[in-house]
């Protein structure tokens, strides 16, 4: 599945709304031009529709300077992975999505210089 129709197709299984676009949804910074307007919904109803439809299942979590949690969803079978981001009020969006997911694993401690 290509990274281009993707969104669409996560849009249209999720039956979420998908009429704002992203640069209103996302946090600046995460991203740049939309091609297309992210699928948006309660965390729970998105994170269950992953692990059923794409069995991804959460392998990066962080929070980005706006206080939105930013997660990475991912397939280490098939590669695919999908980036959602929950502003602090709730509302949880799919904002990329793609295949070629890679898992490495840092040598460096958080906290240790370089």
Not at 41 to 52: E, P, R, S, Y
Request: some cysteine; charged content about 20%.
């Amino acid at each position: 599945m290509s990274t281009n129709t993707r969104l669409p197709t996560l849009a249209s299984r999720f039956g979420l709304a998908t009429g704002l676009a992203v640069a209103m949804l996302a946090s600046p910074g995460i991203l740049g031009t939309a091609e297309a307007a992210p699928a948006c919904g309660k965390h729970a109803d998105i994170v269950d529709k992953l692990a059923d439809a794409y069995k991804e299942f959460r392998s990066s979590v962080m929070v980005d300077s706006q206080g939105n949690l930013v997660e990475v969803y991912s397939n280490l079978d098939t590669g695919t992975w999908t980036l959602l981001v929950t502003r602090p009020r709730g509302r949880t969006c799919v904002v990329s999505s793609g295949e070629n997911f890679i898992n490495t694993v840092s040598d460096r401690v958080v906290g240790e210089p370089a």
